[in-house]
């Protein structure tokens, strides 16, 4: 039986309706698949990832080749219509402040008791029901994944939307502990809200680690590569 990819999880935020153009294609796209940038102090831009920052901005697809080629070609200064100064290593910037986003939901989420974490509370929740997203450690075991996966397969006949995409410490700081394997998102809104930056932080980093096993990553498609997984995100793809 084929299975819809564990990474594709279904976006829904506020914003996916609203469309912007993208400067570097042209192509008028959701404000979900895309990145702000505005001009800071002394005319350098700054990935705006909350659109929240005052003044004309700057969109881009959400993808690091898009971010370069818009630096390189002056495409930045074209739309804000001023000396738009690029900084080095602005797609990493812009990376690092998605994956900071995605954290802090998932620190939200702690905060709100949306979320279970551990391998105990995860199993607990997945055998009360479905959970809207499962977060596994990139750099987690393979047993105790296998384990959910299998556990969540048995009882709901499908595999969980699921990402790995950050560390145990990163995953730790976000919960306040000091490493965590395994993590799921009981609140639909908040599981929503993650899938929309995740779907953007898919554009620079893989959403399913290639080092995960085919048994893990379930069917093909491309899983583990960052365009791949972004773009199930992206289309809203159910699971």
């Given at each position: 039986m084929n299975y819809p990819a564990s990474s594709q999880i279904?976006?829904?935020?506020?914003?996916?309706?609203?469309?912007?153009?993208?400067?570097v294609s042209g192509e008028?796209?959701?404000?979900a698949q895309l990145i702000r940038f505005a001009l800071g102090p002394g005319d350098v831009l700054a990935p705006d990832v909350a659109a929240k920052l005052p003044g004309r901005g700057a969109w881009v697809r959400a993808d690091r080749a898009s971010i370069e080629q818009a630096a390189k070609k002056n495409g930045f200064a074209h739309a804000l219509k001023?000396?738009?100064?690029?900084?080095?290593?602005?797609?990493?910037?812009?990376e690092k402040l998605l994956a900071k986003r995605c954290l802090d939901l998932i620190g939200m989420a702690r905060r709100a008791g949306a979320i279970a974490f551990g391998a105990t509370q995860v199993e607990?929740?997945?055998?009360?029901?479905?959970?809207?997203?499962?977060?596994?450690?990139?750099d987690g075991a393979e047993e105790g994944r296998e384990k959910l996966m299998s556990l969540h397969?048995?009882?709901?006949?499908?595999?969980?939307?699921?990402?790995?995409c950050f560390s145990a410490a990163d995953l730790g700081v976000a919960?306040?502990?000091?490493?965590?394997?395994?993590?799921?998102?009981?609140q639909e809104r908040l599981a929503a809200a993650l899938a929309t930056d995740i779907g953007r932080l898919a554009g620079f980093r893989t959403v399913v680690p290639d080092s995960w096993p085919d048994s893990w990553r379930?069917?093909?498609?491309?899983?583990?590569?960052?365009?791949?997984?972004?773009?199930?995100?992206?289309?809203?793809?159910?699971?």
């Open positions: 279904e976006a829904k935020d506020r914003n996916a309706a609203r469309e912007r153009r993208c400067v008028v796209l959701p404000e001023a000396k738009a100064k690029a900084p080095d290593g602005l797609a990493d910037l812009t607990q929740a997945i055998r009360a029901k479905p959970p809207f997203l499962l977060i596994e450690a990139s397969i048995g009882l709901w006949g499908r595999p969980p939307a699921a990402i790995g919960l306040g502990r000091e490493r965590v394997i395994h993590a799921c998102l009981l379930l069917v093909g498609g491309g899983l583990g590569g960052a365009g791949a997984a972004g773009d199930a995100v992206r289309r809203g793809d159910r699971v």
